[in-house]
């Protein structure tokens, strides 16, 4: 059973996207209706639309940062009732029985998690369909609650950008007094800064242009390196505890290893691309580890979301209409967006 | 003060290694004058002889596999005496005061550990001379004790093949029941396979020889893992709690990675080199993690030591004669030995 719900949708490769209407499944005993308020913009969303993963299946509705009031929620619900206000990530479901499901790491689940949209849908025929939309039905297990002093607009990118840098800084214990480097400034970065400073790190902005330190500094880094600047590399040099690198795209990871203290970490979350060479001997000198990480359990993410609570912690936002998603993937791809565009999902109601 | 004894050496990138005179220090009040027995022979002589790695300093007296028994102690030497058989490794010294020292991980020194050869020498002007040689004079700091139950001479690849694979194994906790993986069965794979499995590891050998296979097994392996095969890395995937890489050059590290649990770890321990392109999504997809590890403290070398001597681990080792050793070096090079060569130093009397 299912019902028809106005979305966004690209119905290929080339296509902008525009009006569709999909269906919902009618909520389950297990599950939270909920009605989308705003929804977060991420790169992933322009990857899928564009099929450069090759396995996009159209019509894609993007959208993994969700926020959204509750609606109705199924009898066996019991965290969740009408009117909180919620979001949703970047996954809907998972096994919930294999050993990455039974440590709350959803993401990793080896029987494949189901993301939010794009995903195999395991109630209705097809694949799931994400947060460009004036509804989702989601199951109660992959809900979280937002805390109420947050700005939930503002909240939205947490569900995605929020919690790909918050997992490794919080696994890698991450802790006040620890020079923590945050590699690129963009969506990601943003929000590593943020976290990183708010857990009480030196935090040191990393990154190719000069023309962002300003920017970096509003957002609570401490310091702001400049890669391209031999010297001052030279200079940080095996000083860094810890190292987040949100760098989107295949590069020279040579550099910033150099920069690691003896028995420290680099976790790439960005990167889901080919790097490039990597010198043994940067890694066998000092002990140094390079690692991935990618996006964070439902437990943790709540984690994320009531630290953003009690620290006030929220993303920088431009707000747009439905109606400008495909300009605002325009300007997506030039990074010209300080620092997440979120959709005002009102504006749905217009199309 | 100083006093001549017979090595040999190389006394250019060029040349073979033939006859040579040293000078070596008289023991201080803190040294341990050494009878040189047996020596092992590792690659890193013949890249230090021939100057790969652009900082060889010539004559090169290679040779940090160091068997011997001691000839006379300093008077502060208080763990070592007269006719001890004791063992060098690959470092003499180090400044004994960074945090790496502090954390018994001198191989790390922050001042620079001093190495067995072609360090810098802080007794004598020029630089250090190797175990291809009748005696040694080193700080006691930097002599171990060798286990009376052990075979000398098998005994002397420990203090840099043992070393440097025992030292991720127990760095990274690999137990009882662990599925281990050791890439590359030479000089050092071989000493990882008898490690992991005298720390009761299911211990996987995987090579791209076949023809391996029945040598790995008589060496402790488990089983073996062709890594050409396809099918056979495919049942394998996700599977390895560590990987142990030996590989000493550059290569792809993917079908590796794809090996590894969720938040495993591949330590490298052979490729001082450039590494072919890793895909970064093969860490980030199951927050796997890559890192290297170079040989080991000088606490944690007496512990292999003592384990060794607990667990009857010793290398599979060739004697030669020290007019062979050129020879031994061309049979190196095409991998021909099964798996360390080792000097007989009383040759050295007959050149």
């Known amino acids: ?13 080339e296509a902008d996207l525009e009006p569709f209407e999909i269906n919902r499944r009618k909520p389950t005993a297990e599950d939270v209706e909920i009605e989308i308020l705003y929804c977060g913009v991420c790169h992933s ?17 993007p959208g993994h940062e969700i926020i959204g009031k509750v609606v109705s929620v199924g009898e066996n619900v019991e965290n969740f009732k009408a009117n909180d206000l919620v979001g949703v990530g970047c996954m809907v479901d998972s096994c919930q029985t294999c050993s990455a499901c039974e440590d709350d790491l959803e993401q990793y689940c080896e029987n494949g998690a189901v993301m939010t949209y794009n995903g195999p849908d395991k109630h209705l025929d097809g694949h799931t369909f994400g947060g460009y939309s004036e509804k989702i039905v989601v199951d109660q297990n992959f809900v979280l609650h937002i805390p109420p002093n947050l700005d939930p607009k503002a909240a939205a990118p947490l569900l995605c950008a929020g919690i790909t840098t918050w997992s490794p800084l919080s696994h890698w214990n991450v802790k006040k007094g620890d020079k923590v480097g945050v590699i690129g400034l963009g969506g990601l970065g943003h929000m590593g800064i943020k976290f990183a400073h708010a857990m009480g ?26 890669s391209k600047d031999e010297q001052q590399m030279k200079e940080h040099a095996g000083s860094f505890d810890f190292l987040l690198n949100t760098i989107p795209v295949g590069h020279d990871m040579n550099p910033y290893v150099s ?8 976790v790439l979350v960005g990167a889901v691309e080919p790097l490039e060479s990597l010198h043994g001997g940067g890694i066998i000198m000092g002990r140094k580890r390079i690692a991935g990480s990618m996006i964070g359990g439902i437990k943790e993410t709540q984690e ?16 747009i209409n439905i109606q400008n998603i495909n300009e605002a993937y325009d300007r997506l791809v030039k990074s010209d967006v300080k620092y997440r565009f979120v959709i005002d999902m009102q504006s749905l109601k217009d199309s």
């Open 304 to 319: 994320m979301l009531d630290f953003c609570g009690e620290n006030d912690v929220v993303s920088e936002i431009e707000m």
């Open 45 to 61: 969303d322009l990857h899928q639309v564009r099929n450069d993963w090759k396995n996009s299946k159209y019509p894609v509705v």
């Open 1 to 13: 059973m299912s019902k028809e719900t106005k979305a966004y949708a690209a119905s290929s490769k």
């Open 201 to 226: 790190a030196h935090t040191v902005m990393i990154t190719t242009s000069p023309n962002k330190s300003e920017d970096a500094k509003k957002l609570g880094a401490d310091e702001v390196l400049i």
């Open 259 to 266: 920069l690691l203290k003896r028995d420290a970490t680099m």
